[in-house]
């Protein structure tokens, strides 16, 4: 997992407009965060403060944030763009309405916990990198055992569906696919 320190991150700051070039789900990685990840945004030369170029957080697979992950407008290039670089899962205290469905939509898990539990778990990732954190779906659960952090988040019974059973909008259509032929 990764933390980042920040809160109101909106959708052009996870993806700027100039960074999407087209309507591919792909191709989106290397700009996501671009201004806070470059110090020269053109030439791609590397911010090593921010933490995404930290080593020790490179692989990562779940991003925590602060408060108000996913704000400001629709733009769906933002989950899409968090999908290409890896991420299965962001955990936030609050997450903008628009983003969060973007999200469900996509297979990008929003786990919504309290900012008390983000907040100690994003710390205890600058102590210790490795730190082991649990997403799961089943029972609707973040789990990190090393710092007793066990938080339950929301989640509507039919988007749980869709993790556990890895459909998105098409598939569920074509659990149907006999009626709809019948038709």
Known sequence: AIPLLRSNIDTDAII???EIK??????????MFANWRY??????????EFVFNQKKFFNAQILISGINFGCGS??????????DYGFMAIISPRFGDIFKNNATKNGLIPCQISENGASKL???????PGLAVTVDVERLKVLVPAIGLEEDFPMDDATRERFLEGLDDIGITLRSEGSIDGY
Not at 22 to 31: P, Q, R, Y
Not at 74 to 83: F, I
Not at 122 to 128: I, K, S
């Open 16 to 18: 700027p407009s100039r």
């Open 39 to 48: 110090k020269n945004i053109e030439k791609r030369e590397i911010n090593s």
């Open 22 to 31: 087209g309507v591919s789900k792909t191709g989106l990685a290397d700009g």
């Open 122 to 128: 994003r710390e205890a990732l600058h102590q210790d």
């Open 74 to 83: 629709s733009r769906e290039h933002a989950v899409w763009a968090l999908m």
